[in-house]
Every structure is written in C-alpha cells, then in structure tokens.
C-alpha cells in the first residue's frame, strides 16, 4: 500500500463536487416537497395533520374553507377544538386481528361557526 499526500486542492475539489451533489439533492428533495404540497392543496377534501399528541399541524385550503379557520389559527392548537363526535359502528368489523381493521370513521365536527357537520375520516400513523 502506498502512502499518498493529498493536496489541499485536491481536497477543496472534492470537497466542491460534494457541496454540488448536497445542492442537487436539497433541490429534488424540495421539488418533491413542493409537488406533495401542491397535490395536497388541489384536493377539494379537507386535510388536517396533527401530531401523535393531536397538536394540528397542517390544514390545506380546503379544510379552511369547510371549517371557517385559517391556517393561523389552528397551528399548533389541539384538534380538540372541532369538537369530533364520532358515530359508533353498528357492524364491528369481520376481522378478528386489529392491525387490519379499517380506520375510516365517521361523525360529525364543529366548524368555527359552532354549526356541526357529518364527516368521514381516516386516520394514518407515519
């Protein structure tokens, strides 16, 4: 094995290439972002993400629209506030094993006007 002195333009080189590819990723990464978002923001559904702890933390336009809120106004508050009611199920579901049942409920929120309205949701853990 032979030892090799390594200048210190040959270390700034690799260090530039390494400083593009960083750039190229961040980059795709915030286009994927930005498509996510925008696919998000078209879908005429309401969509609320909230922490493990129910702590709203996304709300697309849709959602402010049905619900009367702005974004403002509800990030970082707890998803308490529309006050869900959920509709008990009168047919239990057939599968015995409660990692594949459906997670799709129903019931009814409160918009900001205090009116209640049906809704169906789903929830999904990331």
Do not use: C
């Not at 094995?1 to 390494?18: L, Y």
């Not at 849709?62 to 990030?75: F, Q, S, T, V």
């Not at 599968?95 to 209640?116: I, V």
Request: proline content about 3%.
């Amino acid at each position: 094995m032979m030892d090799r002195n390594v200048s210190t333009t040959e270390i700034e080189e690799k260090m530039a290439q390494k400083e593009e590819v960083i750039q190229h990723l961040t980059r795709r990464l915030e286009d994927v972002k930005n498509f996510t978002e925008s696919i998000i923001q078209s879908i005429g559904s309401g969509i609320i993400i909230t922490e493990m702890n129910d702590t709203i933390t996304y709300i697309n336009k849709a959602g402010e629209r049905i619900l009367g809120y702005g974004k403002d106004e509800l990030m970082g508050r707890p998803f308490g506030i529309f006050s869900l009611k959920e509709k008990q199920s009168a047919i239990p579901s057939f599968l015995n094993n409660p990692d594949d049942m459906d997670t799709r409920k129903e019931g009814w929120m409160r918009k900001k006007d205090h009116t209640e309205f049906p809704v169906g949701l789903r929830s999904i853990t990331i």
